[in-house]
């Protein structure tokens, strides 16, 4: 990879001892094309997600408030934790795994969200 002034100008590929193909020699059609793509299938799994995220950014900047940024974070963390582990009905091990971080972050994070997590004993007796 070749820089100048901190840009990137250009990566230099051997084709013939490294046949391997970089999206910047694809046509623009064909890189447009899977651009657009990916863009549907990011808004046919989340577009239900934006407008609430806009309706909540919109009533956030209607009452003027000045720490946008962590209100936004805190409300979208608060509900992906609140989600898995509702989902794995409590099961902080499974619950970090399938987030991708440790037992230790989703207790610390939990708590700075104030989310409880409740247990509920059943009689089967």
Same mark, same amino acid.
């Given at each position: *990879? /070749?820089?100048?002034? #901190?840009?990137?100008?250009?990566?230099?590929?051997?084709?013939? /001892?490294?046949?391997?193909?970089?999206?910047?020699?694809?046509?623009? $059609?064909?890189?447009?094309?899977?651009? #657009?793509?990916?863009?549907?299938? !990011?808004?046919?799994? !989340? #577009?239900?997600?934006? =407008?609430?995220?806009? %309706?909540? *950014?919109?009533? %956030?900047?209607?009452?003027?408030?000045?720490? &946008?940024?962590?209100?936004?974070?805190?409300? /979208?963390?608060?509900? &992906?934790?609140?989600?898995? &582990?509702?989902?794995?009905?409590?099961?902080?091990?499974?619950?970090?795994?399938?987030?991708?971080?440790?037992? #230790?972050? &989703?207790?610390?994070?939990?708590?700075?969200?104030?989310?409880?997590? $409740?247990?509920?004993?059943?009689?089967? =007796?």
């Amino acid at each position: *990879m /070749t820089q100048k002034n #901190g840009e990137t100008i250009c990566v230099e590929v051997n084709v013939e /001892t490294n046949p391997v193909r970089l999206p910047t020699s694809l046509p623009d $059609e064909i890189r447009s094309r899977s651009r #657009g793509r990916a863009q549907d299938q !990011f808004n046919e799994t !989340f #577009g239900h997600l934006n =407008g609430n995220l806009e %309706r909540l *950014m919109d009533a %956030r900047l209607k009452a003027k408030t000045d720490d &946008l940024y962590a209100e936004i974070l805190s409300a /979208t963390e608060t509900y &992906l934790l609140s989600r898995v &582990l509702k989902l794995t009905r409590g099961n902080l091990s499974q619950a970090a795994r399938i987030l991708g971080i440790t037992r #230790g972050s &989703l207790r610390y994070k939990s708590c700075a969200l104030n989310i409880r997590i $409740e247990y509920h004993c059943v009689d089967r =007796g």
